[in-house]
C-alpha cells in the first residue's frame, strides 16, 4: 500500500497568513502515460463532509479559490494557503489516486493562533 | 445539483449485519464510479470501496474484504454498501462519493455504530 505521511498534523495561524501543509508518498504519484500526479487535497470543516480542494496535485477544483495552491511532484507534495481566511479553518487531507487501495494522509488540523 | 444522500445507519451489535443506501440525483449516475469511504469518531479518512460505472471492477479496502459488498442499481440511481460480520472498529460515518476528478462530490454521510 501506498503510505501518506502529512506534516504538520496541527498548525495555527492567524488570519492573513501564508500557511504550507506537506504531503509525503512512499512511492511516486507520476503516472507516466497521462505524465500526471495522482494527489488530491480535500478540505473538511467540523461537522461537514470532504470537499475536493485541488487534484493532479496541482489542479484547482471549480469554485476554489486562488489562494489554495497545490504542488509538487512524485512523491512530495505541498498545498499552500495564501491570506488564510477565517473560514479556512479546517482538516486537510491529501489523498493518492495513483494505485488502490487509494489512501489519504492522516491530516492537518488548521487552527486559528 | 449533485446530490448523494446515504441511509440505513444506526447501531447494530457485533458480528451482525447492515446495509446502507446512497441516492444519487443532479448527474447521469450510471456514467461514475462510486465509492464509499469511512471516517471513525475523531479520526481520518478510510477509503472503503469502490464500483465501476457498469459493476465490471470492484475493489475493497483489505479491512473490509470478504466482510462488505459493494453494489449497485443504476436503474434506481443508488449505490449499495452490504455490511456483514461487523466489528468494533467499522464504527464510522460512512460516505458515498462520486468517482470524478478524483472524488468530487460527496454525500452528508451516515453514521454506523458497532456495539453491544
Known amino acids: 500500500d501506498i503510505v501518506m505521511t502529512q506534516s504538520p498534523s496541527s498548525l495555527a495561524v492567524s488570519a492573513g497568513e501564508t500557511v504550507t501543509i506537506n504531503c509525503k508518498s512512499s512511492?511516486?504519484?507520476?503516472?507516466?502515460?497521462?505524465?500526471?500526479?495522482?494527489l488530491a487535497w480535500y478540505q473538511q470543516k467540523p461537522g461537514q463532509s470532504p470537499k475536493l480542494l485541488i487534484y493532479?496535485?496541482?489542479t484547482r477544483e471549480s469554485g476554489v479559490p486562488d489562494r489554495f495552491i497545490g504542488s509538487g511532484s512524485g512523491t512530495d507534495f505541498t498545498l499552500t494557503i495564501s491570506s488564510v481566511q477565517a473560514e479556512d479553518l479546517a482538516n486537510y487531507y491529501c489523498?493518492?489516486?495513483?494505485?488502490?487501495?487509494?489512501?489519504f494522509g492522516g491530516g492537518t488540523k488548521l487552527e486559528l493562533k | 445539483e449533485v446530490q448523494l444522500v446515504e441511509s440505513g445507519g444506526g447501531l447494530v451489535q457485533p458480528g451482525r449485519s447492515l446495509k446502507l443506501s446512497c441516492v444519487a440525483s443532479?448527474?447521469?449516475?450510471?456514467?461514475?464510479?462510486m465509492n464509499w469511504i469511512r471516517q471513525a469518531p475523531g479520526k481520518g479518512l478510510e477509503w472503503v470501496a469502490y464500483i465501476s460505472s457498469g459493476s465490471s471492477y470492484i475493489y475493497y479496502a483489505e479491512t473490509v474484504k470478504g466482510r462488505f459488498t459493494i453494489s449497485r442499481d443504476n436503474a434506481k440511481n443508488t449505490l449499495y454498501l452490504q455490511m456483514t460480520s461487523l466489528r468494533s472498529e467499522d464504527t464510522a460515518l460512512y460516505y458515498c462519493?462520486?468517482?470524478?476528478?478524483?472524488?468530487?462530490?460527496w454525500g452528508q454521510g451516515v453514521m454506523v455504530t458497532v456495539s453491544s
Open positions: 489523498q493518492q489516486y495513483y494505485d488502490t487501495p487509494w489512501t
Open positions: 462519493a462520486r468517482n470524478g476528478q478524483p472524488w468530487d462530490y
Open positions: 493532479l496535485a496541482s
Open positions: 512511492q511516486s504519484l507520476f503516472g507516466s502515460v497521462r505524465q500526471k500526479n495522482y
Open positions: 443532479g448527474f447521469t449516475f450510471s456514467n461514475y464510479g
